[in-house]
Structure formats: C-alpha cells, structure tokens
C-alpha cells in the first residue's frame, strides 16, 4: 500500500502507558452484519499530539478466520503513516482484534482517516444501518474527536464517499495515549491535493493538466511543487510543473519545476520539489499546472469516480477547490473544462497559510526577548482526457 512515510505523523519509540484508550468501542453487542469488501474510513481530528501503539480490526463473526487490513492516512500529508495486517482468528465476535505496531507513530494535531478493509462473506464488518447495535467513540480524553465516516468500493483506496454519521462502522480501531515527549517540529506546510499511496496512474496524457483553487483571504506561502508519481521509482518523463495566476494571466515567477530523475521508491502517490524561496500568493484565483506525462509515467484522472480518491486541503478554509481544466498542448495555459474540481492526479504543491500581522508581531516580540535571554547569558487544445 506504499510509504509509512511520516510527516505530521512521526515514528517513535513508545514508553508503557497506563492511560492507553481504545478509540472505538461496540456498547451495543454489534456483530457482522454486512460482507463490504471495500474500504472503510473513520474520520478523526487530533487536536493535541497522541501516541498511537496499535491498530485494531472488528471481529464481525466467531468462525472469522482472515486477515484485516486497518491503515491510517494523513490528510495533510497524503501519506498512509501505520498499517498493519491482522488476523482475526479465534476473535470473540462482537470484539477487536489488535497488532501492536513495531513503532509507536505520534499524530500531530490535524485530520486523518482510519480505515480497514479485508472483509467478506466469512468476515463480516458491522454497519449501523439498519442494525440495533451502536459502536461509540472514546477517544483519547478530549486529544480526538470523531469527525464523520466515508466509504470506497475499492480496497485499500481513500474512502471518499460519505456515509451517515460518526461511528457508522465496527471496522478498524486504534489504541493510542496523549503524546508526552519532547516538543513537534513545526510543521513544513499541508500537501493541498493528495491521495493514497500507491496508487496506479491510468492515462498518459502529454498536455497540460490544471488544477483551479482560490486563496479567499490571507495569503499562503508555497514552499514546494509536487507532481503525482505512478510508480515506485524513478520519473523518467518529462514531467514538470508551475503556478498559474488566473486573475493577471501570467504565470507565478519562481515557479516552475522539473521532476525528470525524481522519484519516491516508498510508493508515495507524488514526488515533491522545492522551489528557491517560498512564493506568497495573494487572495486570488490560481492554477496549479503540470504536464509532460505519458505511457511510462501516467497521470491519474478520476474518470467517472468523480470526485475520486483526489482529495483536497482547503488549509482550514483559506483554499476553495474550483474546477479542473487541460490543454492537448504542454507548457500550456488549460482552457478547456473537464468534470469536478479534483479530476486529475497531476500537480500539487505544499502550502501555509501566512500568519496576520498582529500574529507577526507576536512572533516577533518572542524572538526578540529570546535574543535578550541569550545575550545576557553568554555576553499553450482538442484530445482531451475522458470526461466523465
């Protein structure tokens, strides 16, 4: 399923816990009642840093005799950061079965989705719909919140497509305690456009693919282009990638990269290249450009799977997802309009939001009285991609 890369998410050593939580729990008596062998996600925010030690899977019946798999994917970084493969083997229906990682993995705060998938007719997973039971969210103290749960028909994929409620499903679970060690790295900024590790280009466009977002208010600074990577390994292709300003009609100074001899042999879904210095744009309409795939390094396009496992980060609102756009040409501006805002696994790009002035200030001050403790201590249009 790819990279176990960690970014928000880091690989730590655990120390023992006495205050370990289970994140889900079935209060009601649940058992399998539905043979889904898609993917299954439950979606949580972390909104202070916990240590997750293992991952679980739901037992749905007592002759339950496969193996489950439960991931968790970090939206920010679009990068799965545990995994585990769990037999459920001689499980009391009803319970869950767990696989201590091998690592401990810290989440920093942010969004992520649990998920699981494996199960059938001989391993049922539990679906509230219809069903008498509830499965409930513990959490870990007030460190998580549930958020919503979704669902993919194809196993071991982003479940983009939303169900009911929070805790629709007896699927994956984790046990996690608050993170207690030394303080997170600051993050270096949120992957806007992502999707699941591993997955398979499925069209070798050459032209331009173009991805339209909007900065609504504060300025973002950009620090790295990324361009969705096919397969583990080396890009060979031409691939390269720009910001577009759409409001002046001019492409963003400082922008455009090369991804040839790039690559990720972890299977991350895109390869990523920083820029000279971080570009800041202003509230505006942009496009993130990206061409010269082809049939060695394929680009994705979510077809009729619209919106499909693309999915974007609006950096808690600053970023709205407008519309996706190509041109049969490379190096060209995209005009004409395909399906949906998040059509193509193409270009994406790393991003923070710039904080306001009076934040600025703040930061300021506290450096400036941080250099005072130190100093006093030491002296260019026609075949175009399938539509949907």
Do not use: C
Not at 124 to 131: A, C, E, I, L, T
Not at 207 to 219: A, H, S, Y
């Amino acid at each position: 399923m790819g990279s176990l890369m960690a970014s928000a998410a880091l690989m730590v050593a655990l120390a023992p816990s006495s205050a370990l939580a289970q994140a889900y729990t079935n209060t009601g008596g649940a058992i399998g009642n539905q043979d889904y062998t898609g993917t299954l996600g439950e979606n949580f925010t972390v909104t202070s840093a916990i240590n997750v030690s293992s991952l679980g899977a739901f037992v749905g019946a007592s002759g339950a005799s496969g193996d489950i798999t439960t991931a968790i994917f970090d939206d920010s970084t679009g990068q799965i950061v545990a995994l585990e493969s769990i037999n459920v083997a001689g499980g009391t229906a009803g319970s869950y079965v767990y696989q201590n990682l091998s690592s401990g993995v810290v989440l920093a705060a942010g969004n992520y989705q649990l998920e699981s998938w494996g199960y059938g007719a001989n391993d049922p997973n539990y679906n509230s719909y219809g069903g008498s039971s509830s499965i409930s969210f513990a959490g870990v103290g007030s460190d998580v919140t549930a958020d919503s749960t979704a669902y993919s028909a194809q196993a071991g994929t982003y479940a983009s497509q939303p169900d009911v409620g929070a805790t629709r499903y007896g699927a994956g679970n984790f046990i996690a305690t608050a993170y207690s060690g030394p303080p997170l790295p600051p993050s270096p900024g949120t992957a806007v456009y992502t999707t699941q590790s591993g997955l398979a280009g499925n069209q070798a466009f050459t032209g331009t693919l173009g991805l339209e977002f909007t900065v609504n208010g504060k300025p973002i600074s950009i620090s790295q282009l990324g361009a969705f990577d096919s397969v583990a390994g080396t890009i060979t292709a031409p691939i390269q990638a720009e910001l577009y300003d759409v409001t002046t009609h001019s492409f963003v100074a400082g922008t455009l990269v090369s991804f040839d001899g790039k690559g990720d042999p972890t299977g991350a879904a895109y390869v990523f290249q920083a820029l000279g210095s971080n570009v800041v744009l202003k509230a505006g309409t942009y496009e993130i450009l990206s061409w010269g795939y082809n049939s060695t390094d394929e680009d994705y396009n979510t077809y009729g799977n619209n919106p499909g496992p693309i999915v974007f980060n609006g950096l808690g609102g600053d970023l709205t997802a407008d519309g996706s756009f190509y041109n049969n040409d490379p190096d060209a501006v995209p005009d004409t309009t395909d399906v949906g805002a998040m059509r193509y696994g193409a270009g994406t790009f790393i991003a923070t939001v710039v904080p306001e002035p009076a934040t600025w200030a703040m930061m300021l001050a506290g450096f400036g009285f941080m250099g005072f403790m130190i100093r006093g201590s030491r002296r260019k249009q026609s075949n175009a991609p399938a539509t949907a």
